[in-house]
């Protein structure tokens, strides 16, 4: 019963998560009574029989189609469920990230409390609209590209049993967990880059008293690197969407994938190999500071470091990058 197998399976992906066990049951049964009714008492199902029962019930896409109507939205049933928890999901981190960076931001410096409401403010009505945007992008993308549309029954019609693709690897599928912590990840950085990013850098205490703040960005410059790395994130959220979307590894999906990492990475590095990124006077406000002398061992390698730091974050993006184009290949080939 291999092909009854691939031929629900076929249905139910094309449909809601929440639907999809009641009617592979549902649709197991229908194709074991019309097998019955062919078969008669006391005989056994045969490869004919089940690809005439097959035919009789049409493609998985049209089956899933009569099971969930007719659809002209710019986010089907098939997508829906799953593209609201992201916005959920979406909204709770952009709430606690925003409310997070808030109360550090007011129980460091009090006294600026109404700069960092405004500020607030601001990030609020700036990030909400572009996380949800883009998140909702991501899946329009995936429905036009991938989804069912109406007009496609038309090819269906030399429609064979033959034709259905084999249940993937089970190393092929993507849990939904990963997608949906990776955009939260995405997220949160979104909405700490665009409300707190003077906050990146070395925290400097004296007795117990926060002081200030040695940043590794180059606060002057910074706002004009700000469009390039919201769509740098933005990319990253698109891509996520469309391996929920997928919900298994595709040669589609990995050209998508390697298209985006590309993307990316020619922005990362055009961003932090600009001498304006980084804070020209970090080695100063150490010194300032007190927590390194020139002259000394310590600030020896603290400066080695620093000077470093640009290749070795310009490294660990090409491997992250090019790890999850090879991890995406070798799980497509997987059979």
Partial sequence: MEMVNRYVYAVTQRLPQSQREDIAI??????????????????????KMVEEVLMELGSPRTMAHKYRGSKSYLIGPELYESFILVLKIVLISVGITLVGAFAIKTVINPVEILDHFIEFIVSTVTAIPQALGWVTLGFALGEYYGGFKAGDLKLDKNWMPSMLPPIPHPKKTIKRSEPIIAIVFYVILMGMFGFSSNYFGIFRFSDGEFVGVIPFLNEAKFPEYMPFLLLLLALFIVKECLKLISGKWTMKLVVCTTVVNLVALMVVYFMITSQSFWNPHFMEGLMNAGIVEQGTEGYEIMETIWKNVTGATVIIFIVALLWDIVDGMIKVRKK
């Fill in 26 to 47: 549902e649709l197991r049964g229908l194709i074991e009574d019309m097998l019955e009714e062919r078969v008669g008492d006391g005989g056994n199902n045969t490869d």
